[in-house]
């Protein structure tokens, strides 16, 4: 890294082994086309820019995205989608800098996101599982533990958060300025 999709592609890092590193000074892999898949790659070493949203992954205005099965580590934020739709984050483990907890980026953050599934995902010791004026997004099956929110709405709705599991994380589901979202089925402790 860093590297910057700009095409239509697949990078299959076929067991986790193949790894993207970063220079510590920006985002891993920023995506600026459609039609992408990552999956199955080591992920890290982002920058520590809050301003910058400094990303294992960030993806910014584009569609059918596919987000699966990748290892990311020492990262700020885990996994950005800015203004994507119609896109999937599947099966990863995400989790941010050694860093005081209200310091950590979040592992994943939606920002005008719509019709995304995220699901099966793996959060642990970021800061916030975050939507943003995002709507129609599946969140399932996924696990966080020791965050800050668990799951924060800003202005989101018609969301749908089912069967997930959140633990030793400082908040639950949080819903604030959102409408017309339902959480079901979803295990909240400790």
Do not use: C
Not at 3 to 21: C, M, Q, S
Not at 57 to 83: K, M, P, T, W, Y
């Amino acid at each position: 890294g860093n590297i910057v999709i700009n095409k239509p592609l697949t990078i299959d890092g076929l067991n986790k082994k193949a790894h993207i590193v970063g220079d510590s000074t920006e985002s891993v892999i920023t995506i600026k086309s459609s039609n992408v898949v990552i999956k199955n790659l080591t992920i890290k070493g982002t920058g520590e820019s809050h301003e910058k949203t400094n990303s294992a992954i960030v993806a910014q205005d584009v569609n059918n995205i596919s987000i699966e099965n990748n290892h990311i580590e020492d990262s700020l934020f885990g996994v950005f989608f800015d203004r994507v739709n119609r896109s999937k984050i599947i099966d990863n483990y995400i989790t941010s800098k050694d860093l005081d907890v209200g310091l950590r980026g979040d592992g994943i953050k939606l920002w005008y996101a719509h019709d995304n599934q995220i699901v099966g995902n793996t959060i642990e010791k970021s800061r916030d599982f975050v939507l943003w004026y995002s709507s129609g997004n599946i969140i399932e099956n996924n696990i966080g533990r020791h965050n800050r929110y668990s799951v924060h709405f800003m202005y989101a709705g018609r969301n749908l958060v089912k069967n997930n599991l959140f633990e030793f994380n400082s908040v639950g589901i949080f819903f604030m300025y959102s409408s017309g979202t339902t959480a079901i089925g979803n295990t909240i402790r400790n």
